[in-house]
């Protein structure tokens, strides 16, 4: 099956193009999605991180606070790579069933990090959504609240905008209003429709 990676910086709109696609029927897996239910209470993943991380990254309920074991790992790179190392094998096992039961033309794997985990070669496309980092920045603060000092500790771990352009195939422009961004998604759609009954 053809398989369009999906990518972006913090803020650069990826769930809204995502969300295009799903419109059009196409089957959207989303990595974030995936990373959640792959840590949950009584899981195998969930076991893992207690074992490398430490009880202190449960909430008293049992299930994983977030925002403690993102503390840790923005930190520390080595973090960072030990708990990459711990699920990214999780998520994409699970990501790989999922396309079993996909029943449509091409399928969409949202990944933010596609590029930074070198998965490039794992999807047949990549498709950034792009648009400045002030952009990001600015939509980032306001959909979550974050400072911009917690923003840009995001985006200094993330691959830089020219890095992710270099590796695109495709590229929807997120610099503008919203309402530009439907005709972009539907022509990649129709090309993608061509591509896969080639493929």
């Known amino acids: 099956m053809l398989t369009i990676g999906l990518t972006g910086g913090i803020?650069?709109?990826?769930?809204?193009?995502?969300?295009?696609?799903?419109?059009r029927g196409i089957t959207v897996i989303d990595s974030d999605i995936i990373a959640r239910r792959v840590v949950t209470p009584g899981s195998p993943g969930l076991a893992a991180l207690v074992e490398a991380f430490g009880p202190a990254i449960l909430k008293p309920d049992g299930s994983l606070d977030r925002a403690t074991l993102?503390?840790?790992?923005?930190?520390?790179?080595?973090?960072r790579h030990r708990l990459e190392r711990l699920l990214h094998p999780m998520i994409w096992a699970a990501m790989d069933q999922e396309k079993t039961q996909v029943g449509t033309p091409y399928c969409m794997l949202v990944i933010p990090l596609l590029v930074e985990s070198g998965a490039c070669n794992r999807v047949d496309r990549v498709l950034l959504v792009d648009c400045s980092v002030s952009s990001q920045l600015e939509r980032a603060g306001r959909r979550d609240g974050a400072s911009p000092g917690q923003i840009q500790a995001i985006l200094d771990v993330q691959a830089t905008r020219e890095q992710r352009?270099?590796?695109?195939?495709?590229?929807?422009?997120?610099?503008?209003?919203?309402?530009a961004l439907p005709a972009q998604v539907e022509a990649l759609h129709q090309q993608y429709l061509r591509m896969a009954v080639a493929h």
């Not at 803020?11 to 419109?23: C, H, I, M, W």
């Not at 993102?70 to 973090?79: A, G, I, K």
Request: glycine fraction near 8%.
């Open 11 to 23: 803020g650069s709109g990826k769930s809204t193009v995502a969300r295009l696609f799903e419109e």
């Open 70 to 79: 993102r503390d840790q790992v923005f930190r520390n790179s080595q973090t």
């Open 165 to 179: 352009l270099a590796a695109a195939d495709d590229v929807i422009d997120n610099e503008g209003f919203a309402d």
